[in-house]
């Protein structure tokens, strides 16, 4: 039986993409969900809409605190909203490093976490698994490839034998490297299956998003790299899959849609209806295809398993360094073919610490934002 008391949210990032759809789930279930906090960047016009809609108790945004919507809340910060004694579930859900600082500060206070925010995990899963385990704080995973994983786990004794992520393969699947050095913002950010945040859009393109899943992979299903397969699969149908020893497969399927692992994330170990998520036609799909990624051509996913496979600070340095490579490029100040090139050079300068504390992680962050716009200036890759 479900739990007939409203489970109280924050939602870190309520005005991205995850966060939206995380809204959308609330309005569909509101005997089951409440808003208690909002957490946003810069969009004051939709944290408005959303303020006098949801009506949460806690609003923080990043921008001029002058600029507030109107409302009956208090402002305060992403940790003191994240840790309040009154909230059931943390949606961690802003993206980048950023959101660092707030899911540690849930994760003390023992919240339900339903986890959005890769980078987060690829740069400090050393540090975010082991502190869950002591404060008995549940991860759950909202990236659709590891919900999925998730899911084909439940119910099992055994731990699997390998983990086969699934990636779409993004816009540019089939371009040469020469194409792929040209190809624009705009057509960057028409994803073929899924409706993202630019960022992770970006990331989608290059690959850097798988890269950063299987790093995400290593952590929450605590398997070796060396037991984690990324296969592309176009149609974007099969999540992933969980190989067993004894040779089962288990795979989750549906459409390409955010919503399905965002509700499972907050209705486990429940499932309740869900009507945003169109069903699957089986009727429409006359075969799944699947094909091996190319790591010439898309070498962020390459350079990210190896930084994850080095481990210490190192998936710090590529995250920071990805991070400012994709703004560089999403302004047009550099080429998408300019990303793995940065990446790569703030990697081959990054002297490694092995067993990291959170601020040698942070301190990282800083200083890899900092060697990436040099690389840009002094290799000469930044547009007029
Ligand atoms: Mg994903």
């Given amino acids: 039986m479900d739990n007939p008391i409203p489970q109280k949210l924050v939602i870190l990032g309520s005005t991205g993409s995850v966060g939206s759809q995380t809204l959308d789930i609330v309005r569909a279930h509101p005997e089951r969900l409440c808003v208690v906090g909002l957490g946003a960047g810069n969009n004051v016009k939709l944290l408005a809409e959303q303020i006098s809609e949801f009506h949460p108790r806690f609003v923080y945004f990043q921008g001029d605190q002058t600029l507030a919507p109107p409302g009956d809340y208090k402002f305060t910060d992403m940790q003191e909203m994240a840790t309040h004694s009154d909230v059931d579930i943390v949606v961690a859900a802003s993206s980048g490093a950023s959101g660092l600082p707030a899911l540690l500060s849930a994760i003390k206070a ?30 759950r995973p909202v990236d659709s490839e590891h919900c999925a994983i998730w899911q084909c786990l439940a119910g099992e004794k055994s731990i699997p034998s390998r983990i086969i992520i699934t990636a779409s393969g993004g816009p540019f699947r089939n371009y040469s490297q020469a194409e792929l050095a040209e190809v624009s913002v705009e057509e ?77 994330a907050l209705s486990y170990p429940h499932r309740w209806d869900n009507h945003l998520t169109p069903p699957l036609d089986f009727s429409q799909i006359s075969k799944l295809c699947f094909e091996q990624p190319d790591m010439t051509r898309f070498p962020c996913l390459k350079l990210a398993i190896e930084a994850g496979k080095e481990g210490g600070t190192c998936p710090a340095a590529l995250c920071a360094a990805d991070e400012v490579a994709v703004d560089m490029f999403l302004t047009e100040r550099i080429k998408f073919g300019h990303i793995p090139l940065i990446v790569d050079a703030v990697l081959s300068r990054h002297c490694k610490i092995q067993n990291p504390s959170i601020d040698d992680i942070l301190c990282t962050d800083a200083e890899s934002r900092i060697i990436a716009k040099k690389i840009a200036q002094q290799e000469k890759l930044l547009c007029c």
């Fill in 110 to 139: 023992g919240k339900i976490i339903a986890l959005a925010n890769k980078e987060a995990l690829a740069m400090a899963g050393s540090i975010v698994m082991p502190l869950a385990k002591k404060h008995n704080a549940q991860i």
């Fill in 188 to 264: 960057t950010l028409m994803h073929p299956s899924w409706k993202m945040g630019k960022k992770i859009t970006v990331d989608c393109a290059t690959l850097m998003n798988k890269g950063l899943e299987v790093i995400e992979a290593h952590w929450l299903f605590d398997m070796p790299f060396e037991n984690i397969d990324v296969l592309v699969h176009t149609q974007s149908i099969i999540h992933s899959m969980v190989e067993f020893s004894d040779g089962a497969i288990k795979a989750q399927l549906g459409a390409p849609d955010m919503h399905l692992p965002i509700q499972y």
